[in-house]
């Protein structure tokens, strides 16, 4: 891929002429439509949900509508307590495609919280699903959910399209785009 002259760029910026690259084109349009799935599990979802109200607004961040089903949604949100029969038993039903990247929300989410010696909750959900972004408190302010918004923002900015560092959902040798990532099947 060539690099443009960055003066000639400023040029033709200067008459109007938008000059980019077509990595740059399709991560700026991944990165302001992350369509985020509605997993709420406990305490933490009364935040991501107040994250969406229009005090904190997460559509002006590209997350227009939380949606309903993981075959629609780029991003998961995991807010709340996770039990082993949830993460185990449905995930195992119905492998699929699911959302590209997660976001760890609260305590519970990341490390099972105040309720990690019980019997049937896991000890964070990253030892079934690798988690790109974790947000920790019990339970996260919407302010908090908005900046991890943004740190994966910036990290789906700074995927290749190709190469060693290209994006793990572009890699052809993968048997499915979102294998690794079957708990979105729990919905």
Known sequence: M???????????QRQGVWVTSMQELYNWGRKNSIWPLQFGLACCAIEMIATAASRYDIA??????FRPSPRQADLMIVAGTVTKNGATDRAALQPNA??????????????GGPFKQGYNVLKGIDRYIPVDVY??????RPEALLHAFMELQRKIDSQKLSGAQKA??????QPSDFQC??????I
């Not at 060539?2 to 033709?12: H, K, N, P, T, V």
């Not at 793990?168 to 040798?173: F, G, T």
């Not at 990532?181 to 729990?186: D, G, T, V």
């Open 181 to 186: 990532r079957n708990l979105a099947s729990m």
């Open 135 to 140: 947000i920790p408190g019990c339970p996260p």
């Open 60 to 65: 002006r961040f590209g997350g227009e509508v």
């Open 2 to 12: 060539s690099e443009i002259d960055e003066g000639l760029r400023a040029e033709l």
């Open 98 to 111: 699911g959302p590209k990247y997660v976001i760890s929300m609260g305590a519970c989410a990341i490390s």
């Open 168 to 173: 793990e959902h572009l890699d052809p040798a």
